[in-house]
């Protein structure tokens, strides 16, 4: 990589200009979520492991994503409004991006590339196929709330499938490993 996961624009929520160059020397959850998604009750999970981890250097990183069945149909200020009263979220909101396809986002690009399985997504894949969903194949994120996780370097050292909950054992435990490591 040419240039770190810090380097690539991005936009917070109300549309300002940033990157993830606020949060290095973090360890960063980055999140594709979607308000209208079966698994949207996922944000009252993340704002739990957001607040239970956020002073030992966790940061949940959320980028709305409209790229799987339209279930993130909102403008950014539908979006902070419905996750901040529904959910109460606390943790940072970026402005929609897409995720997949020929106008994936730089950071989403970089995240697949660098992590290209996500662990437990072969349940997951059945599941879509049950409802009639053809799966994209690896790399590309499978469906809304697939979780990135990133080291205090800013390297990429996990992935979950849409299904792995906030509170899914292996995915505390990949997180209390690298909130261990020394800043």
Same mark, same amino acid.
């Given at each position: ?26 360890v ?6 979607a308000?209208? !998604? ?33 279930? /993130?149909?909102?403008?950014?200020? /539908?979006i902070?409004?419905? !996750? ?41 894949? /059945? ?50 490993? /690298? ?5």
């Amino acid at each position: 990589m040419s240039t770190t996961l810090y380097d690539i624009p991005v936009n917070a929520i109300d549309g300002t200009p940033t990157t993830l160059r606020p949060f290095q020397g973090k360890v960063l959850l980055v999140v594709n979520v979607a308000s209208k !998604c079966g698994l949207t009750p996922q944000y009252e999970g993340l704002e739990a492991l957001y607040k239970d981890k956020r002073e030992r250097g966790l940061e949940v990183l959320a980028f709305p994503a409209n790229n799987f069945k339209g279930q /993130e149909p909102g403008a950014n200020e /539908e979006i902070l409004a419905f !996750c901040t009263a529904t959910y109460g979220v606390e943790f940072p909101l970026f402005s929609k991006i897409s995720v997949v396809g020929a106008d994936q986002h730089p950071l989403y690009r970089e995240l697949t590339l660098a992590q290209p399985q996500a662990t437990g997504d072969g349940p997951f894949r /059945e599941r879509l196929k049950g409802y009639g969903i053809e799966p994209n194949p690896a790399p590309d994120v499978l469906w809304n709330f697939e979780k990135f996780l990133v080291s205090r370097e800013g390297k990429v050292v996990g992935r979950f499938a849409p299904n792995v909950s906030a509170d899914d054992a292996a995915l505390v435990s990949a997180i209390d490993a /690298e909130l261990a490591k020394a800043p």
